[in-house]
């Protein structure tokens, strides 16, 4: 069992990091032992690193995505479902995959992290903690 009582995470691209270093202090403030991920996509982990070090947050664990699955595997087992449903692919608005592709990784993070630590939490990186949850 790990040493954390309670982990958070989000979800995150460069353009909205800047909330996360708010938002760790805050629960530092209302929680004790907390473990903080973000779930990053692997081109900008270097991006992560230098700006968390900037903030002294090193102790905020960066996951890859792609340890748990690429956006273009999703899209290649998305198009192989389609075309064995018969599905026409121009049917298919693939902007909207990003969004799917998020849930995913929550989803995929949560199921992992569950097996060493009982209470997890997902906080969207533009969201702002005013008050323990």
């Known amino acids: 069992m790990e040493k954390y009582k309670i982990s958070f ?3 995150c691209q460069f353009n909205k990091a800047r909330f996360i270093p708010e938002n760790y202090f805050a629960l530092k403030n209302f929680y004790n032992d907390i ?3 973000v779930i990053i996509p692997s081109k900008e982990i270097n991006q992560f ?3 968390f070090k900037e903030k002294n947050l090193e ?3 960066l996951v890859n995505e792609e340890e748990f699955i690429s956006i273009s595997e999703v899209i290649n087992l998305l198009k ?3 075309r064995a449903k018969h599905i026409d692919i121009n049917l298919i608005d693939f902007k909207r995959i990003g969004w799917y592709y998020q849930q995913i990784l ?3 993070f949560l199921f992992s992290e569950s097996r060493i630590i009982d209470k997890i939490i997902m906080i969207d990186a533009d969201t702002i903690i005013l008050k323990k949850l």
Request: proline residues 0%; glycine residues 0%; without cysteine.
């Open 35 to 37: 473990k903080y991920s």
């Open 59 to 61: 102790v905020i664990n």
């Open 49 to 51: 690193k230098k700006y």
């Open 106 to 108: 929550k989803l995929s």
């Open 80 to 82: 192989k479902e389609l």
């Open 9 to 11: 995470f989000s979800v």
